[in-house]
C-alpha cells in the first residue's frame, strides 16, 4: 500500500503508542476541518489525508487525492517537495507552494497552498500530530503578477535598449529611484534639493518657467543641457509628470530623460547649413522667416507687442568696390557683431542677404524698447572699422516697424518695416526712421512696382526701342537712341514713365543697364552683319552704374565681345549725374569712353543745375536740350543760348522732342545739329529700323 511506503520512507515507527494517539488527535481534528469553510484538508503525520473541507472537494483541488491515498500521489505536492511535506510533519516548518490543477473544464488553474503544523504544548511537548493545508486560488494573482512581471522586463529592456533613465521623486519622502538603465546619465541627473538643478544655468529659467505652466498629471517635454561640473556638453530630452496619490495630492514626480547630444549636434549642423548664414554665422532668411511667422503667430494669440526691423549700410557697394570684397566682408561681420551687441540675445538677428540685415524683437513694452537698441547701434556704428591697416567708417539707413495693434495685420510687419528703410535712406541715409500709416500709399506704389520689375526681368520682359535721331544739315539719319521697353504681358508696351523709379534702384537699375547694353550690342551686331547703316546707337546710363568704378572696362569689354567699334556708340549721361555723387570717378569713366571712340552726350541739358562752366571738365561730344526747352515756345531764348554756347565749346546741338516742321525750322535757324523728335520718327521695335532707314534715304 502506497500509505506504507511513504510511511516507511517518512521513518515513523507505525505502531507506537504515541504514534496511534497522533492519529488519533487527528481524526478528532478532521471532524473540525470537514466544517471549514474555504477549502481545506487536514494529514496525519503519517501523511495520509484524513479529511477534506467541502469546498476543497467542491473546487477540486488535487482532486486525486483520496482519504486512503497519499500525498504525492493525489498531486498535492511535487515529488521535489516531499521533503518540506515530511520536514513539516515532523519538525512543525510552515511552507506554501503553487499548485497547478485542472478543473473540471480542463482549464489550468493556480492554488496557493499553505502547509502548517498542527501541534498542542501538551502533546508529546508540542510536536507536529497533523499538517493543515490551507488552499486559495490564486489563478488571476497569479497572471497578474507574471504579466506585471513580463511589463517590468519589457519596459527595462526598451529602457536600457534606448539608454532611458527613470527617475522616480517621492515628494513626500524625499526619496530618488533610478532605474540605473543608463548609468553614465544617471550620474548627472541626481539633485539636492530641487529637481531643476539638473538643468545648465543658462536652461534653468526656461524649465522653470515650463514647470511652473505644468499641471499635476499632465507630461511635459523639456529639451535642456545637463548641469555637468565637468564641463561636457550634454544635451537630454526629458519628459517630466507629476503623479498624485491616494489622497488625491501630488506624491511622485517622475522623469524620463535620454540623452540626445548626438541628434543636437546632427541637427545644428544641418541647421546651420540649411538656416544660417555662413559668412556671420547669423539666421539667414529661412530662419527669419520662420521666426518672424512665430512672432506673429504670438501676436495674435497672446497680443504681444513685436518689433521689426530692417537694416540696410549705405553704399555698400561703393565699400566693396573701392576697398575690396575682403573689406566688405569684415564690415559685414563686424555690422553682424554690433548688432548682436545692441539687441537683446532673445532678439531675432538676421541677415537676409547682400548688406540686408533684419532684427525681430519680442515681447516689447513700447516703441522705446525698440530705439532704445537702434540708438545703441547707430552709437557702435560711429566707431571705425579698422581692417588690413586702413581705417573706415560706413553707416547704416534704418527703418523700424511696431506691432501691437490687433487689429491690424502683422503680416504686413515687413511691408511697413521696408517702407521706413526706404523713408531713411530717401531722407539722405544715415538714420533710422519708424514706421507710421501715413507713409505707406505712395512708397507702396514704388516698392510693389520693384518687386514687379525684378519679376520681369527675372522674365526677359524688357526690351529697346529705337529713336532716329536726324542730322538736319546732311538731312540724313545719324543715328538712333536705344529706348527701353516693357513688354507687360497684360498692359502691353509701358514706356519708362511707368518704372522709372527702377533705373533709380541701386540693383535694379544695374540690371537694366546690363540688358540695355547687352540687347542694344547684339542689335547693333546684327545690322552690321546685315548692312544696315544705322549710324550710331545712343544708350542711356544711369547714375549707378558709374559706381563700381569699371563701367569703362566693362563696355569696351562688351563693345569687343561683340566686335562692335567704339565708334557706333554714344554713351548719354545727364547732368545730375556729372554733378552728384563721385563725380570723379563719372569724370574718369567718361574720359576713358571717349579716349577710346565712344560718344558722350550730355543728356536733358538744362533740367538740373550744371552750368556748361562747371561741365567744362568734362569731355563731352554732344549736347541734348531736354525737349520741355524746345517745345516752349518762351524758352526760344534759352535754346539759342545753349545752341551759341555748346557750338563755341566745340560740342554737337542735339534738340530733344521735335514734334513739327516749325520747330524744325526755327532749331534748323539757329544752328542746332541734329535733332530728335516724333516729328522724324517715334520710338521703334529694332524689325522696324531697317525700313525706316530706306524710306529716309529714299
Ligand atoms: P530721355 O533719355 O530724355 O529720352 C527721350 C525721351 O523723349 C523718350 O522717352 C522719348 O520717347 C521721348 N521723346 C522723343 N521724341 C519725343 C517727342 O517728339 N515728343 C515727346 N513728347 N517725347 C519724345 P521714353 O522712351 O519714354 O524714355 C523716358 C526716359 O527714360 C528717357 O528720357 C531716359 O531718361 C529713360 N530711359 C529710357 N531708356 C533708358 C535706359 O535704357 N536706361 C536708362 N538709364 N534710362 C532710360
Ligand atoms: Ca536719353
Ligand atoms: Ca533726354
Redesign the pocket.
Known amino acids: 500500500m502506497k500509505i506504507h511506503a511513504l510511511a516507511v520512507q517518512t521513518g515513523f515507527e507505525v505502531d507506537t503508542e504515541t504514534h496511534v494517539q497522533a492519529r488519533t488527535r487527528a481524526r478528532a481534528l478532521g471532524a473540525f476541518v470537514r466544517e471549514i469553510p474555504f477549502a481545506t484538508a487536514l494529514l496525519d503525520r503519517d501523511l495520509a489525508l484524513v479529511a477534506v473541507s467541502p469546498e476543497w472537494a467542491a473546487q477540486g483541488v488535487a482532486p486525486r487525492l483520496e482519504i486512503e491515498g497519499d500525498a504525492v500521489a493525489g498531486g498535492l505536492v511535487a515529488p521535489e517537495d516531499v521533503e518540506a511535506l515530511r520536514a513539516c510533519a515532523q519538525d512543525g516548518l510552515a511552507f506554501s507552494r503553487y499548485l497547478p490543477v485542472l478543473d473540471e473544464h480542463g482549464v489550468q488553474r493556480v492554488w496557493r497552498t499553505e502547509f502548517s503544523a498542527c501541534r498542542d504544548a501538551e502533546f508529546e511537548e508540542g510536536r507536529a500530530y497533523a499538517v493543515m493545508v490551507t488552499a486559495r486560488d490564486v489563478t488571476g494573482y497569479a497572471d497578474s503578477v507574471l504579466r506585471a512581471e513580463r511589463d517590468q522586463q519589457r519596459l527595462r529592456m526598451a529602457l536600457e535598449l534606448d539608454d532611458l533613465l527613470v527617475r522616480e521623486y517621492d515628494l513626500r519622502t524625499k526619496e530618488v529611484y533610478f532605474s540605473g538603465t543608463a548609468p553614465e546619465l544617471q550620474k548627472w541627473c541626481t539633485f539636492q534639493d530641487d529637481p531643476l538643478e539638473v538643468a545648465h544655468p543658462d536652461d534653468r529659467q526656461r524649465c522653470t518657467d515650463l514647470v511652473a505652466t505644468r499641471k499635476v498629471g499632465e507630461a511635459r517635454v523639456f529639451e535642456f543641457k545637463l548641469n555637468r561640473d565637468d564641463g561636457v556638453e550634454t544635451w537630454v530630452r526629458s519628459v517630466g509628470k507629476v503623479f498624485v496619490g491616494a489622497d488625491g495630492k501630488p506624491e511622485k514626480l517622475v522623469n524620463l530623460f535620454k540623452d540626445i547630444t548626438d541628434r543636437r549636434r546632427h541637427t545644428e549642423a544641418i541647421e546651420t547649413l540649411a538656416f544660417r548664414d555662413p559668412l556671420t554665422g547669423l539666421p539667414n532668411r529661412a530662419l527669419f522667416q520662420h521666426r518672424f511667422q512665430e512672432a506673429v503667430t504670438a501676436s495674435e494669440s497672446l497680443g504681444e507687442m513685436f518689433g521689426l526691423i530692417m537694416i540696410d549700410v549705405d553704399h555698400f557697394k561703393d565699400i566693396n568696390d573701392s576697398l575690396g570684397h575682403d573689406a566688405g566682408d569684415a564690415l559685414l561681420k563686424r555690422l553682424a557683431g554690433m548688432l548682436q551687441h545692441a539687441f537683446r540675445s532673445s532678439d531675432t538677428v538676421a541677415r537676409l542677404g547682400g548688406d540686408e540685415f533684419a532684427v525681430i524683437l519680442r515681447g516689447l513694452h513700447g516703441e522705446a524698447d525698440m530705439t532704445r537698441p537702434i540708438e545703441k547701434l547707430q552709437d557702435l556704428l560711429r566707431r571705425p572699422i579698422e581692417h588690413g591697416g586702413r581705417s573706415f567708417t560706413a553707416s547704416a539707413s534704418i527703418g523700424a516697424a511696431l506691432h501691437g495693434d490687433p487689429d491690424a495685420d502683422p503680416a504686413h510687419m515687413i511691408k511697413n518695416a521696408d517702407i521706413a528703410l526706404y523713408r531713411a535712406k530717401e531722407a539722405g541715409r544715415n538714420r533710422s526712421i519708424v514706421f507710421e500709416p501715413s507713409m505707406r500709399s505712395e512708397v507702396e506704389q514704388r516698392l510693389e512696382l520693384l518687386r514687379d520689375v525684378r519679376a520681369a526681368v527675372a522674365e526677359n520682359e524688357f526690351t529697346?526701342?529705337y529713336?532716329p535721331v536726324v542730322d538736319i544739315r546732311e538731312h540724313k539719319v545719324a543715328g538712333f537712341?536705344?529706348?527701353?521697353r516693357w513688354e507687360h504681358p497684360e498692359q502691353g508696351i509701358l514706356?519708362?514713365?511707368r518704372f522709372?523709379a527702377a533705373?533709380e534702384d541701386q540693383d535694379l537699375?544695374l540690371k537694366?543697364?546690363d540688358m540695355?547694353f547687352e540687347t542694344a550690342l547684339r542689335q547693333m551686331r546684327e545690322w552690321l552683319d546685315q548692312g544696315v547703316d544705322f549710324g550710331r546707337v545712343a544708350?542711356?546710363?544711369?547714375s549707378a552704374q558709374f559706381r563700381s568704378g569699371r563701367l569703362a572696362q566693362e563696355i569696351q569689354e562688351r563693345l569687343a565681345r561683340w566686335n562692335v567699334p567704339c565708334e557706333r556708340l554714344t554713351i548719354?549721361v545727364t547732368e545730375n549725374v556729372y554733378m552728384g555723387w563721385g563725380s570723379d570717378l563719372v569724370s574718369d569713366t567718361v574720359r576713358q569712353l571717349h579716349e577710346a571712340g565712344v560718344m558722350i552726350a550730355l543728356?536733358?541739358f538744362g533740367t538740373g543745375y550744371a552750368s556748361l562752366a562747371n561741365l567744362r571738365q568734362f569731355p563731352i561730344d554732344r549736347l541734348k536740350i531736354d525737349?520741355s526747352f524746345v517745345q516752349n515756345d518762351e524758352d526760344e531764348a534759352i535754346v539759342r543760348a545753349v545752341i551759341t554756347l555748346g557750338t563755341s565749346m566745340g560740342m554737337k546741338v542735339v534738340a530733344?522732342?521735335?514734334?513739327d516742321a516749325e520747330q524744325l525750322a526755327a532749331l534748323s535757324r539757329y544752328g542746332c545739329d541734329q535733332v530728335?523728335?516724333?516729328?522724324f520718327g517715334?520710338?521703334m521695335p529694332a524689325g522696324e529700323v531697317p525700313g525706316f532707314l530706306r524710306g529716309f534715304g529714299g
Do not use: C, W
Open positions: 529697346l526701342f529713336q537712341e536705344a529706348l527701353m514706356t519708362p514713365a522709372m533705373f537699375s537694366l543697364g540695355a544708350v542711356n546710363i544711369s548719354e543728356d536733358d525737349k530733344e522732342g521735335v514734334e530728335q523728335g516724333y516729328h517715334r520710338p
